[in-house]
């Protein structure tokens, strides 16, 4: 394998949640990531923005579920995990 490459046991999928806003500017409810297998909750999001730039205003309020546990934001990741990114809600 040359320098650089990753070989595929490196890389994990993750289900990706999105609600409210999140969902509005992605403009689906779910999204499927492939990451290094050495990500953190952290680098999902950050991928997130690249993907999708219209997140990044809600980057530094967005809360983290792993597998319907509230994580933080470094937090490993594992092939097949259920990340769900939620916006704080307000009401009145």
């Not at 046991?9 to 990706?16: A, C, G, Q």
């Not at 999902?44 to 219209?54: C, G, K, T």
């Amino acid at each position: 394998m040359a320098t650089g490459e990753s070989s595929v046991s490196d890389l994990i999928e993750v289900r990706v949640l999105l609600f409210s806003v999140l969902r509005e500017c992605v403009g689906a409810g779910e999204v499927a990531l492939t990451l290094p297998s050495s990500a953190t909750g952290s680098d999902l999001v950050d991928r997130l923005v690249e993907r999708y730039p219209s997140l990044d205003p809600y980057r530094s309020v967005v809360r983290l579920a792993v597998n319907r546990t509230y994580a933080s934001l470094d937090t490993s990741l594992h092939d097949g995990d259920e990340i769900a990114l939620i916006t704080p809600v307000s009401g009145g």
